[in-house]
């Protein structure tokens, strides 16, 4: 006997009045409006077999979020789960509020400007790109896995030009020696002396293509790189360029000759972002913009302007240090943290650097939505990027094919989340 299918909930984002639509399933969860990114509450649905009774917002909710029939409906692809120790009841103003967009501010003015320029040429990927500049104005890297084709290359070179950074790649491959990333000493026939030849790494992005293509002794290269943002060869350190951001990038597809990536290496890498195929209409899109015989070079050099620079990348960076994180909030981020140590279904749970990037990937979220103070909700949005690479399931887990994102998911939603005045 056939299951009958989902009904649906529709209502509207209580900020831009965007109509949504999720399955029964998400009632009480929290969703993200795909135009304003609202974290909100999906309000109950009473159904009676394929016939949803149409139900108002909560009594909180603003006039805002009753259904209008005639505008057009919203999918949403993508709930954030809400915890269970959120009480079902929160009215929907009240998330409004919570993470309501904060002043215009100029972090917030660069990141829209960012955005806008970036979907000049690379079209979808939402939380890759939002992702990657988090990680960047946060001091850290980003590790990607996705298939081939969905221009993590092209991202990369946009937003080098956009920032105005040097861009390098290297092409990982089983044959690869720490001494092609970092550099060597040539000898100089002339000076008749050793003199340092610096490798691809000196650059301020770099793009790491299959970077399990190689072995370990190869990533060994990239430790000391990752972490101190300097290279030392024969005894002597150079430093990097700041801004400094590896992206990393791995194909969850192919197995054979790849090397998994140590622990300590993996733990470098303050996000692990997962990019998926695009959309019916963004694939269109897609299509369009870059199916003619059109030279990339000059389509950057044409269509990308560079609307900053890597000093005011820093003093950003800088500033953005200064966004309040409430003790409660610092508590919500150890809990979960320390957690994952415990989880029955894992193995290997998040050391100290996963709190580390929890809070600074918060506050520099908070800062791109204006704010000067971090909330919970900006701590879900990143957790399960900064924690699904620094866990392993057990055994048992691998063998029921359980997905890690889903049991991240599950144990953020045991703890209950604080409250901030």
């Known amino acids: 006997m056939n299951n009958p299918p989902e009904s649906s909930i529709q209502f509207q984002c209580p900020q831009c009045g965007a109509a949504l639509k999720v399955g029964t399933s998400m009632a009480n969860n929290k969703i993200k409006c795909p135009k304003c990114d609202l974290v909100s509450i999906v309000p109950n ?14 009594p909180q909710a603003p006039p805002a979020a009753a259904q209008r029939p005639d505008q057009s409906t919203l999918q ?132 790491a293509d299959e970077i399990n293509r190689s072995p370990a002794k190869t990533h060994a290269a990239l430790l000391e790189i990752m972490q101190e943002k300097r290279v030392t060869v024969d005894g002597t350190t150079h430093q990097l360029k700041l801004p400094f951001l590896v992206v ?58 560079q609307i900053t620079s890597p000093e005011e990348i820093l003093k950003v960076t800088q500033e953005s240090a200064d966004v309040r ?3 409660r909030l610092v508590d919500y981020i150890n809990r979960i943290v320390r957690l994952t140590r415990q989880w029955p279904q894992l193995y290997l749970g998040a050391s100290p650097r996963a709190g580390i990037g929890l809070m600074q990937g918060a506050r520099t979220l908070a800062a791109f939505m204006g704010r000067d103070y971090a909330v919970p909700d900006d701590v879900i949005e ?20 359980q997905d890690v994102d889903q049991i991240l998911s599950g144990l953020i939603r045991s703890i209950e989340v604080p409250r901030l005045k």
């Open 45 to 58: 649905q009473s159904v009676a077999g394929n016939v949803i009774a149409e139900q108002t917002a909560p």
């Open 76 to 207: 949403v692809d993508q709930p954030i789960p809400m915890p269970a120790s959120q009480t079902p009841n929160t009215s929907v103003s009240a998330v409004a509020d919570e993470r309501k967009i904060g002043a215009d501010t100029p972090t917030r003015k660069l990141y829209q400007k960012i955005r806008a320029e970036i979907e000049k040429v690379f079209i979808g990927q939402d939380e890759l790109v939002q992702g990657t500049l988090v990680a960047l104005f946060a001091g850290g890297h980003v590790l990607i896995e996705s298939a081939p084709g969905l221009g993590k290359t092209l991202f990369v070179r946009t937003l080098g030009k956009i920032l105005g950074c040097d861009f390098g790649r290297i092409q990982f491959t089983a044959d690869l020696m720490p001494s092609d990333i970092t550099g060597a000493p040539i000898f100089n026939m002339k000076t008749q002396e050793f003199m340092f030849r610096p490798g691809p790494v000196f650059t301020q992005f770099l793009l």
């Open 248 to 305: 990393a990038t791995q194909n969850p597809l192919e197995s054979e000759g790849t090397y998994n990536l140590p622990e300590a290496q993996l733990d470098r890498f303050m996000l692990k972002l997962k990019a998926d195929y695009p959309s019916e209409a963004e694939e269109a899109r897609i299509l369009l913009m870059h199916g003619g015989q059109n030279n990339l070079d000059e389509q950057l050099e044409s269509e990308i302007q």
């Open 325 to 327: 994180i409430d003790p």
């Open 382 to 401: 990143i957790a399960i990027s900064v924690l699904r690479h620094r866990v392993q399931l057990t055994a048992e887990a691998e063998v029921e094919g």
